[in-house]
Nanobody, 122 residues
Framework: QVQLAESGGGLVQPGGSLRLSCTFSGDNINHYDMGWFRQAPGKERELVAAISWGGATTYYIGSVRGRFTISRDNAKNTMYLQMNNLKSEDTAVYSC???????????????WGQGTQVTVSS
């Protein structure tokens, strides 16, 4: 059974940076596309970024493009989200997802982590 575990969230001031990690276990990570979603209070969950199984293809929503970078290290069974120039509107619970198919859809993938809180505030 695939299991995902996020880490790296926290409180940061506007303009600051955080790096989220998602550790994958239970299968061969090379078979899975992965992505990050977020859900802010009172809002629907939204796709933030996605990455193909080998890392060659990435996707970002417009509001984070140029500020966030998604990457993965399959040898370490880990996916990352580097978040720079954070804004208050980035405050949300960030969750990672994985699937043998496409995760860059509103539903995301089959497998999900528990989520990590990111709060951007002065």
């Amino acid at each position: 059974q695939v299991q995902l575990a996020e880490s790296g969230g926290g409180l940061v001031q506007p303009g600051g940076s955080l790096r989220l990690s998602c550790t994958f276990s239970g299968d061969n990570i090379n078979h899975y596309d992965m992505g990050w979603f977020r859900q802010a209070p009172g809002k629907e969950r939204e796709l933030v970024a996605a990455i193909s199984w080998g890392g060659a293809t990435t996707y970002y929503i417009g509001s984070v493009r140029g500020r966030f970078t998604i990457s993965r290290d399959n040898a370490k069974n880990t996916m990352y989200l580097q978040m720079n120039n954070l804004k208050s509107e980035d405050t949300a619970v960030y969750s990672c997802t994985a699937d043998r198919g496409d995760v860059a859809t509103p539903r995301g993938g089959k497998y999900w982590g528990q989520g990590t809180q990111v709060t951007v505030s002065s």
